[in-house]
């Protein structure tokens, strides 16, 4: 399981998780819960009405008991964002008595958002790094699919995006006077060959050249 806040407007938090024996007690949320199952199925009572959900998304409202359980001895696979309540209007009726969304563009539409989290997760550790199979556990995806869909959504790789965001910083940090070695280590380069390498390759001009410019 992993849950994090990612600095979103309008997502006040995402859980990535797996279960197979452990069952939620009735509970309440004060956000709406947009859930997302790649693996598995689950079975929940919502406001004391039995539901069953597989790949579908699932939208239930603020303040309405429900509990979660796996609907297989194999368990589950499920992503969840929690959205604000402001978010979306209050539902009734029908749209609460059948959470479930069965359009498969809404299913890609979130599936696409989960995969575009790993760009925050990117931008929280652009010194130190987050390798791309440690970002996929976390995610809950291979890493094939994670590379795969993270290039179509953002336009480059995870390595070429993480090295843009390290030369960002680079260039943030010589014209604040510090010198290339410094700003090597500083934002996440091996050394400074490693840096000037990098940095000409995307600024056409050396890291000393920059800075005296």
Same mark, same amino acid.
């Given at each position: 399981?992993?849950?994090? /806040? =990612?600095? %979103? #407007?309008?997502?006040?938090?995402? &859980? +990535?998780?797996?279960?197979?024996?452990?069952?939620?007690?009735? $509970?309440?949320?004060?956000?709406?819960?947009?859930?997302?199952?790649?693996?598995?199925?689950?079975?929940?009572?919502?406001?004391?009405?039995?539901?069953?959900?597989?790949?579908?998304?699932?939208?239930?409202?603020?303040?309405?008991?429900?509990?979660?359980?796996?609907?297989?001895?194999?368990?589950?696979?499920?992503?969840?964002?929690?959205?604000?309540?402001?978010?979306?209007?209050?539902?009734?009726?029908?749209?609460?008595?059948?959470?479930?969304?069965? /359009? =498969?563009? %809404? #299913?890609?539409?979130?599936?696409? &958002? +989960?995969?575009?989290?790993?760009?925050?997760?990117?931008?929280? $550790?652009?010194?130190?790094?987050?390798?791309?199979?440690?970002?996929?556990?976390?995610?809950?995806?291979?890493?094939?699919?994670?590379?795969?869909?993270?290039?179509?959504?953002?336009?480059?790789?995870?390595?070429?995006?993480?090295?843009?965001?390290?030369?960002?910083?680079?260039?943030?940090?010589?014209?604040?006077?510090?010198?290339?070695?410094?700003?090597?280590?500083?934002?996440?380069?091996?050394?400074?060959?490693?840096?000037?390498?990098?940095?000409?390759?995307?600024?056409?001009?050396?890291?000393?050249?920059?800075?005296?410019?």
């Amino acid at each position: 399981m992993r849950s994090w /806040d =990612p600095g %979103v #407007a309008g997502i006040a938090g995402v &859980l +990535h998780a797996r279960f197979v024996a452990h069952a939620y007690p009735p $509970h309440t949320h004060d956000t709406w819960t947009l859930l997302l199952v790649d693996a598995g199925g689950v079975h929940y009572d919502l406001d004391r009405r039995a539901h069953d959900t597989g790949s579908l998304v699932t939208l239930l409202s603020p303040h309405v008991p429900h509990d979660g359980r796996s609907r297989t001895p194999e368990g589950l696979r499920k992503r969840v964002l929690y959205l604000d309540a402001d978010v979306l209007p209050p539902l009734a009726g029908r749209a609460v008595d059948d959470p479930a969304l069965p /359009d =498969p563009m %809404v #299913a890609r539409t979130v599936a696409g &958002l +989960h995969d575009a989290l790993l760009r925050e997760l990117l931008d929280a $550790h652009v010194v130190e790094g987050v390798s791309l199979a440690r970002a996929a556990t976390e995610l809950h995806v291979s890493t094939a699919h994670l590379a795969r869909t993270f290039t179509h959504e953002i336009g480059m790789s995870p390595h070429a995006y993480l090295v843009g965001r390290r030369i960002d910083k680079a260039r943030r940090l010589l014209l604040t006077g510090h010198g290339p070695a410094d700003v090597a280590a500083l934002a996440g380069f091996q050394d400074q060959a490693h840096l000037n390498r990098h940095f000409r390759r995307v600024l056409g001009t050396t890291p000393g050249r920059f800075a005296r410019r």
